[in-house]
């Protein structure tokens, strides 16, 4: 696979995240300790929760959305800004626009949650909606060309990966001495930025990504060494839905990341009740993923370690929760 491979330094992701301190939160993190995870990992397991959840837009995607925009010139940024998204990436592109004085143009899918819809809008954004994920893609880019507005890309890129790894530099900090982190990955902007943060601080952690069954899209890239797709997204965690993966992010996945597993979605939602049984917390898909791996594929592997999961989102609404928890639809 044929990238230049340019690897954020330490400095490039403190500096990022001073540039976008204004705009966003420093997530709290928070040691697992009740009765429900000790049985499952044992009481000698330390288990750290990232709670993206808690960021601006309900998930950490407006790190690298501000990233890429406050990089951009202010002739450009005016000319607004055009983003495609299952959801959080539209809303997170909405919230940037809106607090840095722009106009956002974001296609969504057609089956995209109503509640993400109407946050958008709530944010000043324009809003189209297209039937799947590849129709999509071509409306987003015709946006582009047709209207000069700049692409925030949902998960590829030097300024996106350094914003999410800005979460991986609070964690480190927040942490130290962690023998793993368990990251989700939808295109693998998260889990690039998340691997590259923690291999620069803490270079003997171990980094894991989950994928759901239904979007493998990095398995694949993995076996193959290049970028793959996928034809349909077959998952409720449509926020790790991403069609392909893409140069950048993949490369930086490849060096940085230790090992990949897979969860399906009767994990999803036996790690969403847990969660809010035991931390209550009303994650969405995507928000449980990393639960789902460490007390599923990762359980004896991880047993007895210090170990952190991102908890990267919790944008849905109450009846959706109720449904995918319990398998109604």
Not at 210 to 219: I, K, L, Q, S
Not at 303 to 320: E, F, H, S, Y
């Amino acid at each position: 696979m044929a990238v230049e491979l340019s690897i954020p330094t330490l400095d490039e992701i403190k500096s990022t995240r001073q540039k976008i301190a204004p705009y966003i939160l420093e997530t709290p993190v928070w040691q697992w300790q009740t009765q429900s995870i000790q049985q499952m990992m044992g009481a000698d397991t330390a288990v750290f929760l990232k709670l993206e959840l808690f960021q601006h837009t309900g998930t950490f995607k407006p790190r690298g959305a501000l990233a890429n925009m406050l990089a951009i010139t202010p002739e450009q940024l005016q000319r607004g800004v055009t983003a495609i998204s299952a959801g959080n990436h539209a809303i997170a592109v909405s919230y940037a626009a809106d607090i840095l004085g722009t106009s956002a143009k974001v296609v969504m899918m057609q089956n995209a949650n109503p509640a993400r819809v109407d946050l958008c809008r709530e944010y000043g954004a324009e809003v189209e909606l297209m039937p799947d994920v590849h129709q999509a893609f071509e409306r987003v880019h015709q946006i582009e060309e047709e209207e000069k507005r700049f692409f925030v890309h949902p998960f590829e890129g030097l300024q996106t990966t350094l914003g999410t790894a800005t979460v991986g530099l609070e964690l480190c900090h927040q942490v130290p001495e962690l023998d793993a982190v368990i990251v989700p990955i939808g295109g693998g902007g998260l889990s690039a930025g998340v691997a590259t943060a923690v291999k620069l601080i803490q270079p003997n952690c171990r980094v894991y990504g989950v994928e759901p069954e239904g979007a493998d899209t990095m398995h694949r890239s993995f076996a193959s060494g290049q970028v793959e797709s996928i034809d349909k997204v077959r998952t409720i965690a449509d926020s790790l839905g991403a069609p392909y993966t893409a140069p950048y992010s993949l490369a930086l996945c490849r060096q940085f990341i230790d090992e990949l597993v897979m969860i399906s979605d009767d994990a999803l939602r036996a790690s969403m009740q847990l969660l809010f049984s035991g931390m209550k917390l009303a994650v969405e898909p995507a928000g449980a993923a990393a639960t789902a791996a460490l007390i599923g594929p990762l359980k004896e592997k991880l047993r007895g370690k210090r170990v952190a999961i991102i908890v990267c989102g919790t944008n849905i609404d109450l009846q959706t929760f109720y449904q995918q928890v319990s398998g109604r639809q």
